[in-house]
RNA sequence: GCCCCGGUCGUCUAGCCUGGUCCAGGACGCCACCCUUUCAAGGUGGAGAUCAUGGGAUCGAAGCCCAUCCGGGGUACCA
């Protein structure tokens, strides 16, 4: 199927899943499904030294999270498996042999190990680490000395010394680099597993990958990935590098920036819509006006010419706004089943299991309140707690003394255990009447009311918080709260 | 050092290709006011960008050309 989209994301498994590839992966997938192609995970485990066990099933956790969801790769399998370089070593040892044996690679007889640490000059970075090398221009006869005194299976690519290479980026543009400053890279090494760079180059190939998109920090190797194409008379694909997303001092997003895993977002409370979203944003626009855009109508819109060259600054600040307004657009069933899983974690053991009648009928309360999901605990609480703690001097408002707060818990006491209607506008009727009589204003008897009813001075409103609480927790609360009041006095 | 990419409000960005309608628009954050029983949410308004800098071609530049500066990435038998 020529002009098939078929892309690809290819994480490593070397540690937790980290934002700036779970963003590649987001823009791989967005570019697929825009054109009905394909997206395609897979695993580039050619580094046997760095490997993590649980990574990838933490990577393609954190993509289903997302709703990200792959046409081949691990799981689901594909055409064109295995989907894991550690299982294709034959296919790269064969190319690298025909590259070997069509001159444009060599096998390399220097330090079969690692670059020594005190290498001074690698490290002062004045000079590429290869530099030294002399195995290209060794005879025939040299190099079977060699091979039969050592076995080596390191081999090295035979750059071209003159020339040009050139991409056209479909980001960037024309780039182009002098053949003589790119140096003769590594493709097998001492244990027999290819480098990320033959690796990529043949699976690309074979699995007719038609575009590739991937971060910036890539663009330098890929005149060596083009100039592997052609040695191998592959037809290269289509290169897109991607901007690359940054921490708040412009540097390369790491760990010491905070939250770079993806499975902290999840932990956070932070919604899959809302992070995907914001993700999006980050290097791709719509318009000159839309934040909030649905995941269909990026898809629907999502081209390479409206992704941004320069990298980006991830703001925690801007996803925590956006986080408020997906929580905002749940449904109440929706936002409890959501928190749910949060209480369960943090509220206190004894006051669960949660009884999800209720709190589908709490969370109109929380919506407009809560911007993060792992708030949920701390800001539900009280309507599960059955004795309060709170210091009963907060129960005085300001400007009122202990007679007249305990004069007006009684009359509260009076009206809500008299209430044969607990809905809210009755209640407000009714106390507000009370609090006329009592000659406060609103602000003053509502607020003992609240700390009465919730032990705090901040709360949803009074009486749609009481409606839902009910009359017989509503009256123990208030009563709770007379009783301590009158104690500590 | 060398190679490459980038540079519009603090941040994410629109506009740049196809110069004039841009003394630069939106959003987050910040400030003020409105709403209001607290907190939010919402509404209104405000501060905030000599379009990195300097030249040039043009009647006219954020936009085109050149140079410079700054930032970032790469320079591994890591990806």
């Keep these: 199927m020529p002009g098939e989209v078929r892309v690809r994301f290819a994480p490593s498994p070397t540690g937790l899943p980290h934002i700036g590839n779970i963003r590649t992966?987001?823009?791989?997938?967005?570019?697929?499904?825009?054109?009905?192609?394909?997206?395609?995970?897979r695993v580039e485990d050619t580094d046997q030294a760095r490997l993590v066990p649980g990574s990838i099933e933490a990577m393609l956790d954190g993509l289903r999270w997302?709703?990200?969801?792959?046409?081949?790769g691990p799981e689901v399998g594909g055409d064109y498996g295995p989907y894991f370089q550690s299982e294709r070593l034959d296919i790269y040892q064969e190319m690298a042999d025909r590259l070997v044996s069509q001159g444009n690679a060599y096998h390399c007889y220097c330090s079969q190990k690692p670059p020594a640490d005190d290498d001074q000059r690698q490290r002062d970075r004045r000079v590429s680490a290869s530099a030294d090398c002399q195995c290209r221009d060794l005879s025939q006869e040299e190099g079977s000395k060699l091979s039969?005194?050592?076995?080596?299976?390191?081999?090295?690519?035979?750059?071209?010394?003159?020339?040009?290479?050139?991409?056209n980026d479909l980001i960037r543009g024309e780039v182009e680099w002098r053949n003589e400053t790119l140096n003769d890279f590594i493709i097998m090494k001492f244990d027999g597993f290819p480098t990320y760079h033959l690796a990529v180059v043949a699976d690309d190939h074979?699995?007719?990958?038609?575009?590739?998109?991937r971060a910036e920090e890539w663009l330098p190797s890929t005149p060596r990935h083009l100039q592997l194409f052609e040695a191998l008379g592959f037809e290269p694909p289509?290169?897109?590098?991607?901007?690359?997303?940054?921490?708040p001092d412009r540097a390369k997003l790491s760990k010491r920036h905070g939250a770079t895993a993806i499975g902290e977002y999840i932990v956070d409370g932070y919604l899959p819509e809302a992070l995907l979203n914001f993700m999006v944003l980050l290097g791709w626009s719509l318009d000159d006006k839309t934040d909030v855009v649905s995941s269909q109508t990026v898809t629907d819109n999502f081209t390479l010419d409206r992704v941004t060259k320069s990298s980006a600054i991830f703001d925690q600040k801007k996803l925590l706004w956006m986080n408020g307004m997906y929580i905002r657009e749940l449904t109440p069933d929706q936002l409890a089943a959501a928190m749910t899983p949060f209480l369960e974690r943090d509220l206190p053991k004894d006051m669960l299991p949660v009884d999800e009648e209720y709190l589908r009928r709490i969370a109109p309360l929380l919506q407009e309140r809560i911007k993060r999901l792992d708030e949920s605990a701390d800001i539900t609480e009280y309507f599960f707690r059955a004795n309060e703690t709170f210091n009963t001097d907060d129960l005085v408002q300001k400007g009122m003394d202990r007679d007249s707060t305990l004069s007006a818990?009684?009359?509260a006491l009076d009206d809500l255990s008299g209430a044969d209607d607990f809905q809210h506008e009755k209640l407000e009727e009714m106390l507000t009447a009370t609090g006329e009589k009592l000659e406060l204003s609103r602000r003053q008897f509502f607020g003992v009311l609240r700390v009465a009813a919730t032990g705090r001075a901040v709360s949803p409103p009074l009486f749609e918080m009481m409606e839902v609480m009910g009359k017989d927790r509503t009256v123990s609360r208030v009563n709770n709260a007379v009783e301590r009041f009158s104690a500590a006095g």
């Design 25 to 41: 992966a987001l823009f791989n997938w967005l570019f697929a499904r825009h054109n009905g192609g394909k997206f395609i995970v």
């Design 66 to 72: 997302l709703n990200i969801d792959w046409d081949e």
């Design 148 to 167: 039969a005194a050592q076995e080596s299976k390191v081999i090295r690519f035979a750059m071209p010394k003159d020339g040009i290479t050139r991409v």
């Design 206 to 213: 074979l699995m007719e990958i038609s575009h590739v998109m």
């Design 238 to 247: 289509k290169f897109a590098h991607l901007p690359m997303i940054m921490g």
């Design 409 to 411: 818990l009684n009359a």
